[in-house]
């Protein structure tokens, strides 16, 4: 059993290029979510999916769109990448409810230079 | 609206000591509370929860109470060891939000 799936773990970008994150869940959520971690700063949601083919916005979507493919996937679209959006991604899903935890995927260090 | 404050780092103990990562939350409704932790380059992990007040999260020796009156859910352990050394998380979760803290690094010596 899987649990949560990021590709890649390291990935290196110059100015502009894009790129996509890809997250998958084995676990039959229905929630899932896209995160960044940067030092001091916690954990800060980027957009997140209640649901296949629904996807809202959370507190620091800009620059990134994403896809809620299936209910298994859900990948975060660097369309121009910046320098700002060096960190650490970190894709989660938890079933709908709010007692339900989230389950984490293992990350992907990004490094646009 | 909903917010997190943990306890600020770095915190370093020596092995044995007794551990306390404060948590304090500010929500609408009746929030679950999370404590996760995250171990060097790797993604975060449920260390335990808690979805009412007056509930006692409990796991590998950590325990957290969810206080509704002094909106609280501090991580306590009795006697840390070299492998508790990580980051800690505090959560919480309305609807199908989470919101978490800062995080608090944690450094055990032998």
């Known amino acids: 059993n899987a649990g949560v799936t990021q590709t890649p773990k390291f990935q290196v970008l110059k100015t502009g290029q894009s790129m996509t994150l890809q997250c998958a869940q084995d676990?039959?959520?229905?929630?899932m979510y896209w995160y960044r971690q940067d030092p001091g700063m916690g954990l800060r949601l980027i957009y997140y999916?209640?649901?296949?083919?629904?996807?809202d916005k959370g507190e620091v979507p800009n620059g990134y769109n994403v896809s809620r493919l299936n209910k298994r996937e859900f990948s975060l679209r660097l369309e121009s990448a910046a320098p700002s959006q060096t960190s650490v991604y970190f894709c989660?899903?938890?079933?709908?409810?709010?007692?339900?935890?989230?389950?984490f995927g293992q990350g992907t260090r990004l490094t646009v230079v | 609206g909903d917010s997190v404050t943990q306890m600020e780092g770095p915190v370093t103990l020596s092995e044995e000591a007794f551990l306390t990562i404060n948590c304090t939350y500010t929500?609408?409704?009746?929030?679950?509370l999370f404590w996760y932790v995250q171990y060097p380059g790797e993604g975060l992990q449920l260390l335990l929860k808690a979805t009412k007040a007056d509930d006692k999260g409990s796991n590998k020796g950590f325990e957290a109470t969810y206080r509704k009156e002094t909106t609280s859910f501090h991580l306590e352990k009795g006697s840390v060891q070299v492998s508790d050394s990580a980051v800690y998380f505090c959560?919480?979760?309305?609807?199908?939000?989470?919101?978490f803290g800062t995080g608090t690094s944690l450094t055990v010596i032998p």
């Open positions: 929500a609408t409704g009746y929030p679950s």
């Open positions: 989660a899903s938890a079933w709908t409810g709010t007692s339900t935890e989230a389950f």
């Open positions: 676990m039959n959520h229905n929630s």
């Open positions: 999916s209640a649901s296949e083919g629904t996807t």
């Open positions: 959560a919480l979760k309305t609807g199908n939000q989470f919101y």
